[in-house]
């Protein structure tokens, strides 16, 4: 078999043809085209212009957003993926070559991220049903051309990071700036942001371009090309600097992690979510703790869906009660699966040599799954009592009662069926969001029931 000629390109391909989780590139697209028809009337209000000026300066102002939206993304992922990838103690123990090593990262996280401009065409669409095809493959050039530029000047600035940490000329200013952090880690921790910025500063001008353009000057066409031309200089910075970085970096997150070690007290190594809600009942405690230490996604992905219930509060279109019963009622239900998963981590001879009773146990998988519910719901609320006022109490009080109903059940049935009880859970938490929407879209809603505004 003929050696490859990059070997770690060839070992990251082995491993994701060994571990495949395709799902994770899709569900953000997918997620994106459910979100599409609520963030349009806040996200895309200008399409309602009509044409003329207003309507390009709406269309300039929502691709800056969404570029810069791709620059903060991928600032952070190539920084995982560089600096702080799990990879990193696996390869210190071994010569490398790091141009070979650079570009294989840089493929791997172009492919892993590539989700973020097709679900930000996807978020455009309606520019393409409403304007028509040139607006909106402009929009998505000059989205993709902030996703490019952000992976090419993200790898130089991380590797350029690695040499300010190491620079005594640079001292005076990390120690400006570090505030309480180690001088080091100052330049790790503002690399992210200066990324953000120059990409940030190019889409400026690309949106600008794309609004000129639009406007019928064709020249502006060629402002578009200003963030792929900053992503290639940063890419063809960035080898360079891997020769002489990419392994220093380790020496400098020894020396950082040592202090910020050093620094972290027992206490906030045991800090666990929601954890003062549980004084003076144990069962309750022990669940927090595996919820936080074991599915923690969930408690911070409930925030994130959150903001799909701040998109559909925040909208000014009329019927707030149905958007609201529909899309934080299907966010809140959802959460009904986090029983049976503690459940799965929880062994019955656990229950048994603890002498717990099975009482406590589903009501405390219970609390734990509402509690984790309400960081969907919550900023729902906040939105919808600043945009509409009270209007918004009555159907998220009924998401909360119908909510509570559905965890009820799936800590009940996940007491005796452990995992497997997500099975039946999964179902009768679709039919209830199925029963949510149908009487929210057929005006069964909660007018019927309290007679109106």
């Keep these: 078999?003929?050696?490859?000629?990059?070997?770690?390109?060839?070992?990251?391909a082995v491993l994701a043809r060994r571990a495949p989780q395709r799902w994770r590139w899709w569900l953000p697209v997918f997620a994106s085209a459910l979100a599409t028809p609520l963030a349009k009337p806040v996200l895309l209000s200008f399409l309602s212009y009509g044409g003329g000026s207003a309507?390009?300066?709406g269309l300039e102002a929502v691709t800056v957003r969404l570029g810069a939206l791709m620059a903060a993304a991928m600032a952070l992922h190539t920084y995982t993926d560089l600096v702080r990838s799990p990879d990193r103690p696996v390869l210190d123990a071994h010569p490398v070559e790091p141009r070979a090593l650079l570009r294989a990262i840089a493929l791997r996280t172009a492919r892993n991220r590539s989700y973020l401009p097709v679900a930000a065409a996807v978020v455009l669409l309606p520019v393409l049903q409403q304007a028509g095809v040139v607006p909106w493959l402009g929009a998505v050039a000059v989205v993709l051309g902030a996703w490019l530029s952000a992976l090419g000047v993200g790898f130089a600035v991380h590797l350029g990071a690695v040499w300010a940490g190491l620079s005594d000329g640079l001292a005076k200013v990390l120690d400006a700036v570090r505030g309480d952090n180690p001088r080091?880690?100052?330049?790790?921790?503002y690399a992210p942001g200066l990324a953000l910025l120059l990409v940030a500063i190019s889409v400026v001008f690309s949106s600008a371009g794309l609004s000129y353009a639009l406007s019928g000057r064709a020249d502006g066409w060629a402002f578009l090309l200003i963030p792929p031309a900053l992503g290639l200089a940063g890419w063809a910075a960035a080898g360079p600097l891997s020769e002489r970085y990419y392994v220093r970096a380790t020496a400098l997150l020894t020396e950082v992690d040592g202090l910020v070690s050093g620094a972290a007290t027992a206490e906030e190594d045991r800090a666990v979510y929601l954890e003062w809600l549980a004084r003076g009942r144990p069962e309750l405690l022990r669940q927090l703790r595996?919820?936080?230490?074991?599915?923690?996604?969930?408690?911070?992905?409930?925030?994130?869906?959150?903001?799909?219930?701040?998109?559909?509060?925040?909208s000014a279109e009329p019927d707030v009660e149905a958007r609201l019963l529909s899309v934080v009622g299907g966010c809140f239900v959802f959460f009904a699966l986090l029983p049976p998963r503690l459940a799965a981590g929880d062994p019955v001879w656990l229950d048994e040599a603890l002498g717990t009773r099975s009482g406590a146990v589903d009501r405390a998988r219970f609390t734990v799954g509402f509690l984790y519910a309400q960081g969907a719901l919550v900023p729902a609320l906040a939105a919808g009592l600043v945009r509409h006022g009270r209007e918004v109490i009555l159907p998220l009080l009924a998401v909360e009662v119908v909510g509570a109903a559905v965890m009820f059940a799936a800590a009940f049935l996940a007491r005796r069926q452990r995992e497997r009880a997500a099975w039946l859970v999964g179902p009768i938490a679709?039919?209830?969001?199925?029963?949510?929407?149908?009487?929210a879209?057929?005006?069964?809603?909660l007018d019927a029931y309290f007679g109106g505004k």
């Design 290 to 314: 595996q919820g936080w230490r074991s599915y923690r996604p969930w408690a911070l992905g409930a925030w994130g869906l959150g903001l799909l219930g701040v998109l559909a509060a925040w």
């Design 184 to 189: 080091m880690q100052a330049a790790l921790i």
């Design 441 to 445: 879209s057929s005006g069964l809603g």
């Design 55 to 57: 309507w390009i300066a």
């Design 1 to 12: 078999m003929p050696e490859p000629r990059n070997p770690y390109r060839h070992v990251f």
């Design 430 to 439: 679709l039919v209830v969001w199925a029963g949510l929407t149908f009487s």
